[in-house]
C-alpha cells in the first residue's frame, strides 16, 4: 500500500493548433528537469513522452514481502531477460528468433522482476542492430529515473578541464564554477544525502541527513584512509530530510527497499522525475504532458532553417501528429536523442538536425564496467543479526588515479560502488556447498560477513566509436533503429586490469578473505551511463552544441541530457545532466524573453 | 508492448497439455497426475521433491525446514508454468535419476530407503557441485538452486531463519554515521 496518494493536476489535451513557446522531448532526469525550469520561468511547454503514463505506486509495491507474490517477485515465464552471455555471444538485435513472448534487458534479470517488467522497454518491439551493446531502456514517464541507482555526484575540473590535465580529447566549454551554482539549486530542489570529503576531484553537495556505513565498511573506510583514498558513504539522491517545497515525495525511511529490485521507491524519498520535477511543473498550469508520443522527426522551417516543432507517432493508435514550438529542447537519452537529430533530415540540413559538424551520433562514450572484488569478514562471522540494509545506499570509494600522479598505462579514472552487510536475500547461500543442517547453519552463520565492490571507469570518447542509423531495420512504429559501432578500446582494458589489482589491493589491507576477483569488463553499455553523442564545444566543426547546450547550427534548439557531455568522467552523470539543463533552461528563458531565439 | 501475462495463453494451455501426455507416456497414472491443482510433479514425484528439499534445509532447533515453508509447492508451481518444457522433462528425468542412483546403491526405491540410505544418495549428488558432471550432480545444482531460492524467500527464511529486521520504517539508518567522526 502505497502511503502517499499523488493527485495529479489533470493535464489539458495536446492543442494541435497552438504554437507552445517551448516543446520538450522526453521526460527523464533531462527533460523533466526543462519543464520545470521552462515553466517556472512562465514559459508555456508542451513534454511529448514515448512511453506511457500509468500509477507507478501500483507497480512498485516497495514493501511487498517476497512470498505475498506469486512468483517472489519474478516475472511471468513468458518473459525473458537477456544474459551477460547472450550479449557476449550473439549480435544486435538480441529477442530476434527469441521463443519468448516479451524480451528484456539484463536489468530485468535481477530480483524483483516482476515489478519492473512495465518499466523497461520489450526488445522485440525496440530492436538495434551493429555491435555487441547491452542497451537498457526505460520508455514511461520519468524514464530511467524511475530505476536508476541513485549514486548522485557532481565532476570536478578534473572533468572539464580533463584535456588541459592529459592532453586527451577535449575540454568542456564550462568550468567547475560554472556549473556549481546549479549543482547547488538541484541538490536543495531535489535533495541528497552524503558526507563532506573536500576532495577537490569529488566536489560536496549540500548534503541532507548523511547514508551510514556497515560495520565492515567502516573498517575499509579506515583501511583507506592510511592509503590515501577515501570511502564515502553513498552519496544518494535521496531526500533524507524530506523537502518542504514537494508535497510528492516523502523523506526516506531506511526501508531497505532499495537494492532488492530494479523497480523504484513509492515514497519516492529516491528522485524520480515525475514526482520531482514533472508533476510541480504541472501544479504551475504551464506544462501540457502527452504520453504515447514517439517523435520522429524535429521540424524545420526551410525559409528560416530553424526549428517549428516536432512529429511524433501515438504509440497506441500508430497516427502521425504535428505539434509546434518557438523553441525545440531535445531530451529523449543520449542515444535516443542523436537518433532523433539523425532522422530530422531535411533539404535544409541533408546530414540530419545540428549535424553541420558531422559529430552527431559520435564521441559516444560512458563508464566500462565489471573489475571487482567480494571478500568475506571473519569477524562477522556467526555475529549476532544486524540490520544492514536499512539506508538508501551503501558505500563510494571515489577516483584515486591520475590525479596529482600520472599512471604509465592508461590515462583518466575510476570509481567503486560497493556495500556489505545483510540483506533479505542471503545471495551467499547460492554458492554455499553442501546441503543439511551444516549447510543451513553456514549460510544463518555467514549473513552479513561479506563485502564487494565493483568499478565505473571512464571510457574516452573516441570519433570512431558512434552510432548511426540502421538503413534497413525499423523498430514497431516504422522508426529506423540505431546500429551501433562501439567498441572498448585500449585505454579501457588497461584501466580495467588496474581496476582488478586495486580492489584486490585494498580488501587484502582491510584484512579480509578474497573469495573472488573479477578481471573481465561486462558488455560494453552494462553501466546504463551513455553519453557525448551530440558534444558541447566551443568550435562548431568539432562540436555540435554550445556551452548552453544550444545548437551551433539552430539556434532555437537544445539538447539538455547526457548527449552534451564532452567526456564521461569516472562519476555517474544524472546529478550533472540536470545542473547542465537547469542552467540551460535557465539561459533559454532569458534568450526567449529577449526575442533571441525566434 | 508490455503487458500482464497472468493468464494462460492458449498456447500455454497446449504446453500443459502436452506435459501431461508426457506424464502418461511415463507410465504415471493420470488421475494422480492431475491430483494437486496447478502442479506438474506426480503424487509421488511430490514427495520425493518434499523429501529431498527438507534434506537440503531440515528443520533444526533454530527454525523450521524447507517442508515446512512448503519449499516443494513453489518449485512445483513453477514447473508447471515453465516456458520452456526442457525444464519439465528435466526435471522428470532428474528426479528418476535420483530413484535409480537409490536403488542402485541401496536396492530400494529413494522414498522406501531409510534416512541414512537417502543421505548416502545425496552425498554421491552432491560430490562434485562444483563441477558437476554426471547427470545426477548436474540435477543437485539446479534442485539446490531452486530449493534455496524458494526457502530464502519464504517467511519462514526470511523472519525466522535468516531474522531479517528490514523491510519496516527506520526512524534513523542502520550503521555508523561517519559524518560525525569529526
Not at chain 1, 213 to 235: F, G, Q
Not at chain 1, 243 to 259: D, Q, T
Request: overall charge neutral; hydrophobic content about 35%; aromatic content about 10%.
Amino acid at each position: 500500500m502505497p502511503f502517499i496518494r499523488i493527485r495529479q493536476t489533470p493535464t489539458p489535451e495536446v492543442d494541435l493548433q497552438t504554437t507552445y513557446d517551448a516543446i520538450v522531448v522526453g521526460s527523464g532526469a533531462a527533460g523533466g528537469m526543462a519543464a520545470h525550469v521552462l515553466t517556472s520561468h512562465g514559459m508555456k511547454v508542451l513534454m511529448l513522452e514515448a512511453g506511457k503514463k500509468f500509477d507507478i505506486n501500483s507497480e512498485l509495491k516497495s514493501m511487498e514481502w517476497p512470498y505475498e507474490h506469486p512468483r517472489r517477485g519474478v516475472m511471468p515465464p513468458s518473459s525473458h531477460a537477456l544474459s551477460l552471455n547472450e550479449y557476449t555471444v550473439r549480435q544486435p538485435p538480441y529477442a530476434v528468433g527469441s521463443p519468448f513472448r516479451h524480451v528484456y534487458s539484463y536489468v530485468q534479470g535481477w530480483g524483483g522482476s516482476d515489478y519492473s517488467k512495465n518499466i523497461v522497454v520489450d526488445e522485440k518491439d525496440h530492436p538495434y542492430s551493429g555491435t555487441n551493446y547491452a542497451w537498457v531502456r526505460a520508455r514511461l514517464l520519468g524514464g530511467k529515473t524511475n530505476i536508476w541507482g541513485r549514486l548522485a555526484l557532481r565532476l570536478s575540473d578534473y572533468d572539464f578541464k580533463a584535456k588541459s590535465h592529459d592532453g586527451y580529447g577535449e575540454d568542456w566549454p564550462i568550468s567547475y564554477a560554472d556549473l556549481a551554482p546549479y549543482y547547488d539549486k538541484v541538490d536543495l530542489y531535489l535533495g541528497i544525502s552524503g558526507v563532506k570529503e573536500n576532495l577537490p576531484h569529488l566536489p560536496d553537495s549540500l548534503f541532507q541527513r548523511p547514508n551510514t556505513l556497515a560495520a565492515a565498511e567502516v573498517t575499509l573506510r579506515n583501511t583507506l584512509k592510511k592509503m590515501d583514498r577515501v570511502l564515502t558513504p553513498y552519496r544518494a539522491g535521496v531526500t533524507t530530510d524530506g523537502l518542504k517545497h514537494n508535497k510528492y515525495r516523502s523523506k526516506c525511511f531506511g526501508r531497505g527497499a532499495c537494492g532488492r529490485r530494479a523497480g523504484g521507491c513509492d515514497i519516492h524519498a529516491a528522485f524520480d522525475s515525475p514526482t520531482g520535477l514533472i508533476y510541480p511543473a504541472m501544479d504551475t498550469g504551464h506544462l501540457t504532458l502527452r504520453t504515447n508520443a514517439t517523435a520522429r522527426e524535429v521540424l524545420v522551417d526551410p525559409t528560416t532553417g530553424k526549428a517549428r516543432g516536432v512529429a511524433f507517432v501515438d504509440t497506441d493508435s500508430g497516427r502521425d501528429y504535428e505539434a509546434r514550438a518557438r523553441v525545440v529542447v531535445v531530451a529523449a537519452s543520449t542515444l535516443e536523442s542523436a537518433r532523433l537529430l539523425l532522422l530530422s533530415k531535411s533539404t535544409t540540413y541533408p546530414n540530419g538536425l545540428a549535424n553541420s559538424s558531422g559529430h552527431v551520433g559520435h564521441n559516444f562514450c560512458e563508464h566500462v564496467m565489471g573489475p571487482g572484488v567480494t571478500g568475506l569478514v571473519k569477524d562477522r562471522i556467526g555475529q549476532p543479526r544486524t540490520l544492514d540494509d536499512g539506508r538508501p545506499g551503501s558505500f563510494y570509494v571515489p577516483r584515486f588515479r591520475n590525479l596529482k600522479d600520472k599512471n604509465p598505462s592508461f590515462i583518466r579514472g575510476y570509481g567503486f560502488e560497493g556495500g556489505a552487510g545483510t540483506t533479505i536475500f542471503p545471495e551467499h547461500a547460492m554458492e554455499t556447498p553442501g546441503f543439511g543442517a551444516g549447510f543451513k547453519k553456514s549460510v544463518r552463520d555467514r549473513a552479513g560477513a561479506y563485502i564487494s565492490m565493483g568499478g565505473f571507469g571512464e571510457v574516452l570518447p573516441r570519433f570512431e566509436n558512434y552510432i548511426d542509423l540502421d538503413p534497413a531495420l525499423k523498430d514497431r512504429w516504422g522508426i529506423p533503429t540505431i546500429r551501433f559501432h562501439y567498441k572498448f578500446g585500449d585505454n579501457e582494458k588497461k584501466m580495467c586490469q588496474d581496476m582488478a589489482n586495486a580492489a584486490q589491493e585494498m580488501f587484502e589491507a582491510a584484512g579480509f578473505e578474497i573469495l573472488d576477483v573479477n578481471r573481465n569488463m561486462l558488455t560494453e553499455g552494462w553501466s546504463i551511463h551513455e553519453l557525448g553523442t551530440a558534444r558541447m564545444g566551443t568550435d562548431p566543426k568539432k562540436s555540435v552544441l554550445n556551452q548552453f547546450q544550444q545548437s551551433h547550427d539552430v539556434k532555437n534548439l537544445f539538447v539538455v541530457d547526457g548527449s552534451s557531455h564532452v567526456s564521461a568522467s569516472c562519476q555517474n552523470p544524472t546529478w550533472t545532466i540536470m545542473a547542465l539543463a537547469w542552467r540551460s533552461c535557465d539561459y533559454l528563458a532569458t534568450e526567449f524573453r529577449k526575442g533571441n531565439l525566434s | 508492448m508490455s503487458d500482464h501475462d497472468n493468464e494462460l495463453s492458449r498456447r500455454d494451455v497446449i504446453k500443459l497439455g502436452a506435459a501431461a501426455t508426457a506424464a502418461v507416456s511415463l507410465g504415471v497414472g493420470h488421475a494422480e497426475a492431475q491430483a494437486r491443482v496447478g502442479g506438474f510433479l506426480t503424487d509421488s514425484e511430490f514427495a520425493m521433491l518434499d523429501e529431498l528439499s527438507e534434506m537440503i534445509i531440515p528443520t533444526d532447533s533454530h527454525s523450521p525446514g524447507a517442508r515446512a515453508a512448503n519449499v516443494a509447492a513453489f518449485i512445483d508451481s513453477r514447473l508447471a508454468e515453465a516456458w520452456d518444457e526442457k525444464d519439465r522433462s528435466d526435471w522428470r528425468a532428474g528426479l528418476a535419476r535420483v530413484d535409480a542412483l537409490c536403488q542402485q546403491i541401496n536396492g530400494a526405491p529413494f522414498m522406501k530407503s531409510s534416512a541414512e540410505q537417502r543421505s548416502a544418495v545425496l552425498t554421491r549428488m552432491a560430490q562434485n557441485e562444483n563441477n558437476p558432471k554426471a547427470q545426477e550432480e548436474i540435477f543437485f545444482k539446479e534442485l539446490k538452486s531452486r530449493v534455496v531460492y524458494a526457502y530464502y524467500t519464504s517467511e519462514i527464511g526470511i523472519k525466522q531463519e535468516m531474522e531479517y529486521k528490514g523491510n519496516t520504517y527506520q526512524v534513523e539508518f542502520a550503521g555508523y554515521d561517519v559524518s560525525k567522526e569529526r
